[in-house]
């Protein structure tokens, strides 16, 4: 099976970083990441740098990586000045967050759910306004539990995605943002979601904040879903939800899902080699993954052994 691996780094790990990386910085990671094989990345924000900083330079960002050939450019925007932003910089594809938790979801956007999917309604018809080939994404954030709300009703996380998929949307995911979920209950709503939306079921973004990240994303995957999240070096999460740490490694998912026989189309080597920008340009930060440390091990070999070459036992 073929599986789309995008990257959240750009913006989902640097958000959570308190100082900014350059944008020259960025440019030479992006291009990188891209280089290695994959094929979407998100690359910033567009929201208020009073707010967050670190994603003042996205037009920016936006503009150089569009001149990568083959990538689909993402970029996050939490209301409708942030999608006017984003349409007019040119992105390929917008997401649009949501946390089915109340509490989280006014923490984040300051909006309650039901004025989230009110404004989802109006970047819809923006987007169809300014004919504008934009794809629209959402992912229900908290979808699996909240630190704030505790449990979160499988229900009301469903019925939110039939509502944004009725105001328009093009695809609509599930996000484990406090890395709360367990396997059988990713398996459980994801299937739910599929059954509901068919081809309108969006990607996994899981968290491993519990250790359960890869195990969850297997789940999925079991489930259907042929798109999931990560970030290099497993940094990031989301600021305004407590606890929201531990993204899921790039290059760990890439070893899981090629050795179980899923073509993700990376090359591990340059991926791995792509984490040197970050030692580099944000020394003193915490990287994580397994597979960067110990390498790939004797007998790996890659879904489809005619793509890539074999990869050397890489390490940071």
């Given amino acids: 099976m073929n599986i789309m691996i995008s990257e959240v780094g750009p913006r989902d790990g640097l958000q959570s970083i308190n100082r900014s990386m350059l944008t020259a910085a960025k440019h030479r990671w992006i291009t990188a990441l891209a280089a290695s094989g994959l094929r979407e990345i998100e690359v910033g924000s567009f929201v208020h740098p009073i707010l967050l900083p670190q994603m003042a330079d996205t037009g920016e960002v936006v503009r150089e990586a569009l001149k990568i ?73 908290s979808a699996f539990g909240c630190t704030q709300e505790g449990r979160v009703s499988e229900d009301w ?40 939306l068919g081809t309108k079921a969006g990607g996994a973004h899981m968290h491993n904040t519990r250790g359960q990240g890869l195990a969850n994303v297997v789940a999925a995957i079991d489930a259907g879903i042929t798109t999931i999240d990560a970030s290099q070096a497993g940094i990031g999460g989301c600021p305004y939800a407590p606890g929201a740490t531990g993204n899921i490694v790039t290059e ?64 940071q």
Avoid: W
């Fill in 157 to 196: 996380v469903i019925e939110m995605a039939r509502r944004l998929a009725e105001v328009g949307v093009d695809s609509v995911g599930l996000s484990d943002s406090v890395g709360y979920a367990n396997p059988t209950q990713v398996k459980r709503m994801f299937t739910r979601l599929i059954a509901l």
């Fill in 252 to 315: 760990d998912l890439v070893y899981l899902l090629e050795s179980m026989g899923h073509d993700t189309g990376i090359d591990l080597d340059q991926l791995v080699a792509a984490r040197t920008i970050l030692l580099e340009c944000l020394p003193g930060e915490t990287l994580y993954g397994h597979v960067a440390d110990a390498g790939v091990g004797k007998g790996f070999r890659y879904a489809d052994p005619l793509r890539i070459k074999q990869p050397t036992s890489a390490t």
């Fill in 69 to 141: 050939p083959g990538l689909t450019v993402m970029a996050l925007v939490p209301n409708l000045k942030g999608a006017q932003n984003a349409i007019a910089s040119g992105v390929h594809k917008i997401t649009v967050p949501v946390a089915a938790s109340q509490l989280h979801n006014m923490a984040n956007v300051r909006m309650t759910c039901e004025q989230s999917i009110d404004t989802i309604a109006k970047i819809c018809r923006l987007r169809d306004e300014l004919k504008s080939p934009v794809e629209i994404e959402v992912g229900i954030a």
